[in-house]
């Protein structure tokens, strides 16, 4: 299973990005979909997770700021990003758990800086 997620870039605090994760491979059957960030210096952390049956889990921290989606006919999974501040800039990363196993996509930056 590859993930390929694309989006990150550089914006000013207060706006918006929209993060693009494709999965491809055979055999596909992917249970959870989500992003993951890791800050310089820390740990990764949970984003927002979606999974089969279209259950949203979100960290504290993005809550009423950002938007897990998934179109499942192209398994493709998008974080809408608003209100951003400088302390959502990390490395962002998708992951994708197909028959028990979890995948990870390369990661895109996101940085938030006026």
């Known amino acids: 299973v590859q993930l390929q997620a694309s989006g990150g870039g550089l914006v000013l605090p207060g706006e918006s990005l929209r993060l693009s994760c494709a999965a491809s491979?055979?055999?596909?059957?992917?249970?959870?979909m989500g992003w993951y960030r890791q800050a310089p210096g820390k740990k990764r952390e949970l984003v927002a997770i979606i999974t089969s049956g279209a259950s949203t889990n979100y960290a504290d921290s993005v809550k009423g700021r950002f938007t897990i989606s998934r179109v499942y006919a192209k398994n493709t999974v998008y974080l809408q990003m608003n209100s951003l501040k400088p302390e959502d800039t990390a490395v962002y990363y998708c992951?994708?758990?197909?028959?028990?196993?979890?995948?990870w996509g390369k990661g895109t930056q996101v940085t938030v800086s006026s």
């Open positions: 491979g055979s055999m596909l059957n992917i249970n959870t």
């Open positions: 992951n994708a758990e197909v028959w028990g196993i979890e995948y």
